[in-house]
């Protein structure tokens, strides 16, 4: 596939880093972020991020210009735990420069976190609860080549390597429509993937079942739904909006293939893709049950 690249000012970058040195005020992401990624405005953004009173975690990986390559990992206060993946990329000549904003994650813990966020897809009776669930923000790239900052519920023993799978893709380019909460939509998943809205948690049946779907439990995430309808034995394309792309031999911003760098991603933190199913397909469909 061909995701969209974070666009780039190169002619810019050297004097935006020599700026960044002689002012010494570029730390953390502004120092990629701010030279004309078109980064949007977010809360929380820059590094005071964590949400106070709360325990968080945040995962952090850069792509800069520079001639060696670093990882570091630092364990602050009992209460934060941040690890930073630095990846260098050797540039000896002005065109391979590479520069793109450094990316941010962070899982914000406790139930009270997200209780109060699941008011339409949470209820007694659920098969988690409030608890168990975590939620992520994370920065991601859009359709319109700017990062925003979306949010993302999954169950807790998945959320790391989600928050992971997140940075994996923000680091390729690849591309996200919307990145809301299924609140957003009242938990209708319907609406949601209408508008091509990537979400995990929705406490739900199975469509057409009386089963809990994988997304009940926080272990399932379906990504640019719109682009990657699901498709029944029967040829029933869902959204139905979604039924142009319900052709797979289409290449176009947000389409998982098989095998690409989003299926890839997902499977290095155990999560299979409904894409490979037999009979109906769920394009948009990650979980870490395979169902
Ligand atoms: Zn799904």
Known sequence: ????????????????????????????????GGSGSGRAAAPGTGDGTAVKGASTTRAASTTRTASTTRTASTTRTAST?????????????RAGAQAGPRFRGEIVRGGDAV???????WRRGCPVGPGELRLLRADYWGFDRRVHQGELIVHRDHARRILVVLGKLFKAGYPIQRLRLVDAYRADDDRSMAANNTSGFNCRRVSGSSSWSEHAFGRAIDLNPLRNPWVT????VSP????PYANRARRAAGMIHANDLVVRAFAAAGWRWGGYWSGSKDYQHFSSTGR
């Open 1 to 32: 596939m061909t995701p969209t690249q974070p666009p780039r000012r190169r002619s810019l970058l050297p004097l935006l880093l020599l700026a960044c040195l002689v002012l010494a005020g570029c730390g953390g992401a502004s120092a990629g």
């Open 81 to 93: 735990t941040r690890t930073g993946a630095t990846t260098r990329t050797g540039a000896t000549t």
């Open 115 to 121: 209780r109060s966020r699941v008011r339409h897809s």
């Open 233 to 236: 034995r029967g040829g029933r």
């Open 240 to 243: 139905p909006a979604g039924r």
